[in-house]
């Protein structure tokens, strides 16, 4: 490929002692990707995602962010070169609102989270996009409930609209139904398919109906090594990968 | 917040959430009770004067553990940094009092920063404990130092000019009441502006969820860093302004008690919410002034008491009562 | 050069007496905390409970020294225990500054009891006779007391050690200070493991306190005084290790009865200054987990 990755991992790898949970990892994720995760639970997929946005350090091995080596810089740094995530257990301020929680994340894009001279709503620019964005998600009607108030699937869409917040160029998405009744999951699924075309996505997932209807190329992660890359089709077509979740070979 | 007046569901919410952080009329309750206090009580105002200042000294505490979340029991190195500071200034630079106070708040900025650089690095029992060290540290400092600090017998000869070449310190305490409620509404016009920016509310995001924080690309240990040092010169500015007032600093200005003391204020009034240290540290400072004088060891036993009562049944302090009352309220109407 | 010599036995033999009080009393708080979680400040009060216990048992009732301490070591555990299952137990779920409070108010409540029924003097303890003067060891003499003091403490922590190391008991607070999930799901009862725990932690501290009533006096100050230390060993040892305290009690005794004797102007500054710098260091204490 000729253009930049949007995301790129070299010879990454993760190891405490003598357990290693990310071997060698060399991922490509191009720009406008909606690129699934998958592999079964412990791959190391989570794994990864920590390492890429800066909770766990490598052992070895380098992570491109637009180009530019993000390896040794913070969480927060890598945050403000446009990297969001979500997590797979909800992680929001549970005592503020819908809208609040999102101001934060904007505010933060925005420069505006430093000031401490001016009162919120001064300048209402945060707030007028944290809700626009909310009423893109659906949710703008519990903009002033607590998100602790909220069913578990609302939270899931505030948990993206941080995110989105950011107004990342890079999204890693740590399963972003799970947890949520199969009724509310569309809605999610629904939001994730109708995001910006010029963000690059990167889903963990475990439905395999989500990650076909959503995914253009699929990574399968198996104990902490890329198995194998490639498009649904062939993904959907691979021996390894349903040895790997089915556990032994299909006799036709 | 005060959110007992607020009746228009039906404003936008983007509307409401601005007018949630402007200045209510319900805010100005303290002021209009601290003026007529002046008028009503004017035999107390010595007391009142104290008053005022641990309303200070507990705001100060509020912005750290109220709205950053940090569990801190050494909050009176702060305190005493300010008091000795402005002591010493008093007694061997000048009586002004003015410039007093900046010194007291430069020595508890300074603190502040040096001791929030090294800890806040740490969370849990480990920054709880390095808070009490530090605490001790100082304590230890000035009891040793007494060449500069008069050890135990105290800072003497602490005398004051007069504020602005005018206003001398009498006999009943009126100059000092007004001084301190002054400078107490300065202080409390910044931290409620602060509290209602979007650094304060970073600040209880942080408090909320600092996972959150660093996964939106929040400065998390800068931010704390900052507000630390802040809180550390405001109630550096209320141990400056006990030592010009009663023109006396002791070793009781360092001590694990005093620590203890203003987070008791603060918990009972209710933390987190800027107003909780005016109505805890009127309460405590009253209730003190009248009770420990009976009994000593009755007192203390029962602030013990009501101190475990408050965190099983009434977690929100004085405030968060009445808060519970009002929605109790406004249910049945 | 003999002096020099004999100043550092000195120091290192009074500093092995303080840090093995400090120990004795402290174990109980790291251990408890490492399982539990649960930030104890009122630790201090078994400690000082113990010693009041004991003098007084001395004192006015006559009680031979080593029944008098068994007597603390078994009430005050008794009486941990109802603490705990009563008072403590409310507040397992609760956030790091409830349970900071919720000691904290404990220690005021126990400090004005003990003022109180006590006064407000420390508690002055007369030694039993056999236990008074000092004995020779050959190249110096030493205080009997300490001498009695540090063998008994030897003692007790290697019985301590062994208890963890060899006994069902042990075995199940060790692992379930290391992953109290994974204890419970093999069947480990870590409530009741817990309550037992809590009572033999508090019975050691008050044994402590009482054992330690010359080095750490008996007053009721006591729980406030020295909770710093207690903290200091705790911390600096590592929550739920039984080896880092006793690491971290021989730094903080012996270089404290260094400093207080080399430089007593100092007085325990540079004790807290060190502290800060190890908790630096190493943040989750020496020999800590996180």
């Known amino acids: 490929m000729s253009t930049t990755a949007s995301l790129e991992t070299i010879g990454l790898r993760k190891s405490f002692g003598a357990l290693v949970v990310a071997n060698d990892i060399n991922f490509r994720l191009e720009p406008g990707a909606r690129h699934a995760l998958i592999g079964p639970n412990g791959a190391g997929k989570t794994t990864f995602i920590n390492l890429i946005t800066g909770r766990l350090a490598p052992s070895t091995g380098r992570i491109l962010l637009g180009g530019e080596d993000i390896t040794s810089l913070s969480q927060a740094d890598r945050v403000k070169r446009g990297l969001g ?8 301020f549970k005592g503020m609102s819908v809208l609040d929680n999102v101001c934060l994340s904007i505010g933060e894009r925005d420069g505006q989270a430093g000031n401490m001279f001016r009162l919120v709503g001064a300048r209402p620019t945060v707030i007028e996009e944290a809700y626009a964005l909310l009423e893109r998600l659906r ?30 160029k890079v999204l890693l998405l740590d399963e972003p139904a799970a947890g949520v009744p199969s009724a509310e999951s569309s809605i999610i699924l629904d939001i ?21 209807r959503l995914a253009r190329r699929i990574t399968v992660l198996v104990q902490g090594g890329v198995l194998v890359e490639g498009a649904p089709s062939e993904i959907a077509r691979d021996e390894r990968v349903r040895e790997v979740y089915l556990g032994e070979r299909h006799h036709v | 917040m005060f959110n007992w007046f607020s009746s228009s569901n039906k404003l936008a919410p983007v509307d409401r959430l601005v007018k949630s952080h402007q200045l209510r009329p319900v805010e100005l309750l303290p002021w209009a009770a601290a003026i007529a206090a002046y008028f009503l009580f004017d035999s107390y105002l010595p007391l009142g004067s104290q008053i005022l200042i641990m309303i200070l000294f507990a705001m100060s505490l509020d912005l750290v553990l109220g709205y950053a979340g940090i569990v801190t029991l050494g909050h009176a ?21 003015l410039s007093g106070l900046v010194v007291g708040a430069v020595a508890g900025a300074i603190v502040g920063f040096l001791s929030g650089l090294v800890i806040l690095r740490t969370q849990g029992l480990t920054l709880l404990m390095l808070t009490l060290a530090v605490g001790s540290l100082l304590g230890e400092a000035a009891n040793k130092a007494s060449f500069i600090t008069g050890g135990a017998d105290g800072l003497q000869g602490v005398s004051i000019q007069p504020i602005l070449g005018l206003f001398s310190f009498d006999l009943f305490g009126r100059t000092a009441y007004v001084y301190c409620g002054i400078v107490l509404f300065f202080a409390w016009i910044f931290a409620r502006r602060l509290v209602h920016s979007p650094f304060g509310r970073s600040l209880i995001g942080i408090r909320e969820n600092v996972t959150r924080m660093n996964a939106i690309g929040s400065p998390v240990r800068g931010r704390l860093l900052t507000v630390y040092t802040i809180s550390a010169a405001i109630a550096g500015i209320a141990g400056a302004l006990l030592a010009q007032t009663t023109q006396f600093v002791g070793l ?51 602030i013990g008491l009501l101190l475990v009562l408050v965190v099983m049944f009434a977690r929100g302090g004085v405030l968060g009562l009445l808060d519970r009352a009002i929605q109790r309220w406004r249910r049945r109407s | 050069m003999n002096e020099i010599f004999a100043a550092a036995v000195s120091i290192l033999f009074h500093g092995l007496a303080y840090a093995m009080i400090l120990y004795i009393i402290s174990v109980g708080l790291s251990v408890t905390m490492g399982l539990m979680g649960f930030v104890n400040l009122a630790h201090g009060v078994f400690a000082m409970a113990g010693g009041y216990v004991t003098v007084t048992l001395m004192n006015d009732y006559g009680m031979p020294f080593g029944i008098a301490l068994l007597v603390a070591f078994l009430v005050i555990g008794a009486l941990s225990m109802v603490m705990e299952r009563v008072l403590y137990a409310r507040l397992y779920g609760a956030s790091e500054l409830e349970q900071v409070l919720f000691t904290i108010g404990l220690v005021f409540m126990a400090v004005a009891l003990v003022r109180y029924v006590w006064g407000p003097l420390p508690q002055r303890m007369t030694l039993p006779a056999v236990l008074s003067g000092q004995i020779d060891l050959g190249f110096r003499t030493f205080p009997v007391y300490r001498t009695f003091l540090i063998g008994v403490s030897f003692v007790l922590v290697l019985t301590l050690w062994l208890g963890i190391e060899r006994t069902n008991f042990g075995a199940q607070i060790r692992a379930a200070v290391d992953n109290r999930r994974m204890a419970e799901s093999l069947g480990i009862n870590t409530r009741r493991l817990f309550t037992l725990t809590f009572a033999l932690g508090s019975g050691l501290a008050a044994f402590g306190g009482g054992l330690g009533a010359d080095i750490l006096a008996i007053s009721p100050g006591y729980a406030i005084e020295y909770l710093v230390y207690f903290l200091i060993v705790v911390a600096v040892g590592g929550l739920g290790s039984l080896r880092g305290p006793f690491v971290a009690a021989l730094l903080l005794g012996i270089s404290d009865t260094a400093c207080k004797y080399l430089v007593p102007e100092l007085g325990a500054f540079f004790i807290f200054l060190a502290m800060i710098g190890i908790l630096l260091w190493r943040p989750a204490g020496l020999f800590g987990r996180m």
């Open chain 2, 77 to 97: 190195a702060f305190f005493g940094a300010g008091a000795y500071a402005a002591g010493i200034y008093a007694v061997h630079v000048s009586g002004e009092p």
């Open chain 1, 139 to 168: 949710i703008a009607d519990e903009a002033m409930t607590l998100v602790k108030e909220l069913p578990y699937g609302k939270q899931r869409l505030v948990e993206i609209a941080i995110a989105l917040g950011l107004k990342p």
């Open chain 1, 85 to 92: 995530r979500t997590f797979q257990i909800n992680t929001l």
């Open chain 1, 192 to 212: 994730v398919e109708q995001l910006p075309q010029d963000i690059a996505m990167l889903i963990i997932e475990h439905d395999m109906d989500l990650v076909f």
């Open chain 2, 252 to 302: 009781t200005v360092l001590t694990f008690e005093r620590s203890g003391e203003i987070v008791i204020m603060l918990i009972f009034g209710g933390i987190g919410r800027l107003y909780g240290a005016f109505v805890g540290a009127t309460l405590y400072m009253i209730a003190q002034d009248q009770l420990s004088e009976i009994d000593p060891i009755f007192w203390e036993f029962w």
